[in-house]
Structure formats: structure tokens, C-alpha cells
Nanobody, 116 residues
């Protein structure tokens, strides 16, 4: 059974930092890509950042220069370092894994709240 276990969300003041972690387990398939998405109240889920098995990264324009995605292939883990947080970063953040054998899986989500 595939699992993505997230941690690291919470409440922080504007300008502060948080680090999200996600560990994937439960499949022998290799992972093509790991990433983070977020969903704010009343909005659709949207890409924040992704990183491929080759190390290529893609960021949403809104987070470029503030967020950094990284991965530990040995642990099937992905991290999101979030700096200079803004109230508009408030959302539920979801970890995503794209498995070579069968596609996408999702974590349960972790709340990030940035107060002004």
C-alpha cells in the first residue's frame, strides 16, 4: 500500500520560514517525480514545486526565489523549504509522487497558515 506521509506544516508569521517533509513508501516502482501542490480555501489545487529524478525543478511563479524543493532519493523523500512566507501562502499543502509503474499518489495534506 502506497503511502505519502507529510510533516512540517503549522502557523507562522509573515516573513517567517517553514520546512515541509514528505516520505513515500509502499511500492517497488521507481519515482519519476516528486512535488508539492497547495489548495487555498475556495481555490483549485495548484502546483507549487516539483523535482524530477534527474534533479530538474519547476516552481510556480508566486514562490520563485522564496521556496526551494529538494529530494533524498535513497529515502524517497521530498522537502520544501519555504522562506519569506506571505499570508497568501496560506493553504493545505499536498505531497505528490509520480510513480513510473502506475502514476500519481497524494499525501493527506498539511496545513500552512501565515499570519499578517
Amino acid at each position: 500500500q502506497v503511502q505519502l506521509v507529510e510533516s512540517g506544516g503549522g502557523l507562522v508569521q509573515a516573513g517567517g520560514s517553514l520546512r515541509l517533509s514528505c516520505a513515500a513508501s509502499g511500492s517497488r516502482s521507481s519515482i519519476i517525480r516528486l512535488g508539492w501542490y497547495r489548495q487555498a480555501p475556495g481555490k483549485q489545487r495548484a502546483l507549487v514545486a516539483v523535482i524530477t529524478s534527474g534533479g530538474s525543478t519547476t516552481y510556480a511563479d508566486a514562490v520563485k526565489g522564496r521556496f526551494t524543493i529538494s529530494r533524498d532519493e535513497a529515502k524517497n523523500a521530498v522537502y520544501l523549504q519555504m522562506n519569506s512566507l506571505k499570508p497568501e501562502d496560506t493553504a493545505v499543502y499536498y505531497c505528490n509522487a509520480r510513480w513510473a509503474a502506475w502514476g500519481d499518489s497524494w499525501g493527506q495534506g498539511t496545513q500552512v497558515t501565515v499570519s499578517s
